[in-house]
């Protein structure tokens, strides 16, 4: 019995070598040649027309800035004739650190501490009632567009709508 069973294991261990030698992966053979072309398939149903985008949409970043009492002008090369022309500009300050945005005019008890002042091709006016510094501002520069969707006395809203980076 013990010689069956001894047996047995030489043959099942010989039985799983050849399984295993057998199935090595050789080379693979020639490609074939090409199929014939199959039939063209139906067109797909046309979808709707979304709603048209903005991509003339521009965030000015202006970090750790000092507002002083008086005006306070700010280069903008990015503030176009188109946009001096037919679209607009909104401005949002922060004190840096803040994880939120003000919406300009800013006042305090009914009194307006800074506003945009002027709005020039290029640059853009503030004018302050304070002295500041470690201020973020933010221009939202924006060509002709419907805006009727958006709030813009919150920027995330603003950001978010107009698909702004930073």
């Known amino acids: 019995m013990k010689t069956t069973i001894l047996t047995l294991k030489y043959f099942f261990f010989a039985f799983i070598m050849i399984i295993a030698f057998a199935c090595s992966d050789g080379e693979d053979g020639a490609i074939g040649p090409q199929g014939p072309q199959g039939e063209q398939g139906t067109s797909g149903q046309d979808g709707t027309n979304g709603q048209d985008g903005n991509a003339n949409v521009v965030s000015v970043l202006f970090e750790d800035q000092t507002i002083s009492n008086g005006d306070n002008v700010f280069d903008i090369p990015q503030l176009t004739q188109e946009i001096f ?32 002042d002027k709005i020039e091709v290029g640059k853009a006016t503030l004018r302050a009632t304070f002295n500041q510094s ?10 002709s567009s419907d805006t009727n969707s958006v709030d813009f ?9 107009y698909n702004l980076k930073n």
């Open 134 to 143: 470690g201020l973020r501002l933010r221009f939202i520069l924006v060509a």
């Open 85 to 116: 022309d037919t679209g607009f500009v909104y401005a949002y300050v922060t004190v840096t650190g803040n994880d939120y945005w003000e919406t300009l005019p800013l006042s305090i008890s009914q009194d307006i501490i800074l506003e945009i």
């Open 153 to 161: 006395s919150s920027f995330w809203e603003v950001k978010e709508y």
